[in-house]
Each structure stands twice: as C-alpha cells, then as structure tokens.
C-alpha cells in the first residue's frame, strides 16, 4: 500500500526484498505514479539499487525482452528488446544503438532494512 507524504506530495511504494533482485538482478514493476501507473525496472548494481521508468528513449517502448529480464547475455549492460540499444547499468546513459548518447529516465529508489521502495511524485 502505498505511504503518501502530505508534505512533498511524494508516494513510497514497496516493491521487493532487497535478496529477489539480487538473485535475479533486473525486476520490472507498474507502480501508482500520480493518477496513473507507470512500468519501471529495478537492476542490482554492486551494493546499489538503479531503478529506471521502462521506457526506451528511441521509440518509448518497454526495454525487457522477456519479463523481468533487461540485461545483455553478458549481464554488464541493460539492453532493449525493440533494436538492441545497450545502456550502461549505474546511470542509464546510452553507449550504442539508435539512441547512442541519450539516457534512461531514473527514478528514485531506496532500500530500508532489506526491502527496495521507489519514491514516485505526481510531476
Ligand atoms: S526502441 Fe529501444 S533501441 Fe529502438
């Protein structure tokens, strides 16, 4: 259930233990977000939690290829399905493909006592 906070107008939504996106590393999620939902992913990064909208910024469609799988069979890049754009893993930047150069959209994540929120805002 989401946790509104009346002061920033901002929504923590529990999405997983931290352990389910260690083990299989990318997660993807449609959480509230303002009056609507939005489809984001989570990537286990080291001892970090990215958390991305799943959205590629060439054409907008969904990066997975399958569910909850958005990694290179490599697994050092993040890829997307539609035409193989990589995207480097700790910041979402572009490094090849039709939107080499351009960037996923972040969103803000944390992870308290084991369990990963993402923090959402209306704007
Ligand atoms: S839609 Fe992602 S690379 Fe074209």
Redesign the pocket.
């Known amino acids: 259930m989401p946790d509104r906070n009346q002061a920033s107008e901002k929504t923590t939504v529990a999405l997983c233990r931290i352990e389910a996106l260690r083990e299989k590393r990318t997660l993807g999620f449609e959480i509230p977000f303002g009056e609507t939902t939005r489809e984001i992913f989570l990537v286990a990064d080291g001892d970090h939690v990215r958390g991305y909208l799943d959205r590629?910024p060439?054409?907008g469609?969904p990066?997975a290829w399958t569910p909850d799988r958005y990694l290179d069979s490599r697994g050092e890049h993040l890829i997307?399905a539609?035409?193989?754009?990589l995207f480097r893993i700790g910041d979402g930047h572009c490094i090849a493909?039709?939107?080499r150069g351009d960037a996923l959209t972040p969103v803000e994540v944390r992870v308290e006592e084991g369990e990963v929120f993402v923090v959402t805002s209306p704007t």
Do not use: F, K, Q, V
């Open positions: 590629c060439h054409r469609t990066l997307c539609t035409h193989g754009a493909g039709p939107c």
